[in-house]
């Protein structure tokens, strides 16, 4: 770079919780008349490599969603037609093996449908309709479903929390997405216990889920937000890369990380409404 008058770089790195950085580099030689030297530019482009990869993958979600879906339901109509027309004609033996494997396809179609469904969901997730939202409440509505959970759920909710500036569909869904991870990395434990906590953050509010599992493995705070990456054996690795693309489009952010103790934390801040004057 010392013999180039202008110089551009980009390097990218990880930060000490798991994250990766990228910045931009511009540099221009001083010239010598003014005593000589560089004049280097940093620019944190992070945020719009993000932005560039999520809207990637929606149109890679979306194909696939498309090109999918047209050939299952046939696939399905005909085993199911298979069965009907073939099991009156063969023994109890052949009519077992008939039934368990048009079973078999009819059962993995259907995943597959679902599968097709989340790739549609997140390729298509609508522009937020922003309101003022009482976030303890809408948390309050989603525990409903928790009712009968395996892992117990504590709530420490602040009183006179100020509304937050959403969609509250959209919220509910980043809510169930983070008790329901919760839930399968709880699976199997003893005292398996979430901890949900909402508080006042600056001119922000701070949506905080903790659990007392293994905690996020290396490899997940590294890539977790990026579409169809799990370590579950089944799932579409979707559910954080849903909660990024809602935060981040509420004007939010989102971060992932370990407790110091055990057990995995992830921590949402999310704008106040405009009603409680404050942006």
């Not at 434990?189 to 953050?201: F, G, K, L, P, Y």
């Not at 903790?210 to 979707?238: C, I, M, Q, W």
């Amino acid at each position: 770079a010392a013999t180039e008058p202008d110089w551009n770089r980009q390097l990218e790195f990880s930060n000490p919780d798991g994250s990766t950085q990228t910045l931009l580099l511009h540099g221009t030689r001083l010239p010598d008349s003014t005593g000589g030297g560089w004049v280097v530019v940093f620019d944190d482009i992070t945020r719009l490599i993000a932005a560039q990869r999520t809207a990637a993958w929606a149109e890679v979600a979306r194909r696939l969603a498309h090109e999918i879906k047209n050939p299952l339901t046939p696939i399905q109509l005909s085993a199911e037609r298979l069965h009907f027309k073939l099991a009156d004609r063969l023994d109890d033996e052949g009519r077992q093996m008939l039934e368990r494997s048009t079973q078999t396809i009819v059962n993995q179609v259907e995943a597959m449908k679902n599968l097709v469904n989340a790739f549609r969901d997140y390729a298509r997730l609508p522009a937020p309709r922003l309101s003022a939202i009482d976030l303890n409440a809408l948390i309050g509505e989603v525990l409903e479903l928790y009712e009968s959970a395996a892992a117990g759920i504590r709530l420490e909710l602040a009183p006179g929390l100020p509304a937050v500036q959403g969609d509250a569909s959209q919220i509910r869904q980043v809510i169930h997405n983070m008790l329901q991870n919760a839930q399968d990395a709880l699976a199997g434990m003893d005292n398996a216990e979430v901890h949900v906590i909402t508080q006042r953050e600056g001119d922000r509010v701070l949506l905080l889920f903790r659990d007392n599992g293994p905690g996020f493995p290396a490899e997940v705070l590294a890539h977790a937000f990026e579409p169809y990456f799990t370590t579950k054996s089944r799932g579409t690795g979707l559910g954080l890369a849903m909660v990024k693309k809602i935060v981040d489009e509420h004007g939010g952010d989102v971060r992932l990380g370990n407790r110091d103790g055990s057990g995995a934390e992830v921590r949402i801040r999310l704008r106040l409404a405009e009603t409680n004057g404050e942006h």
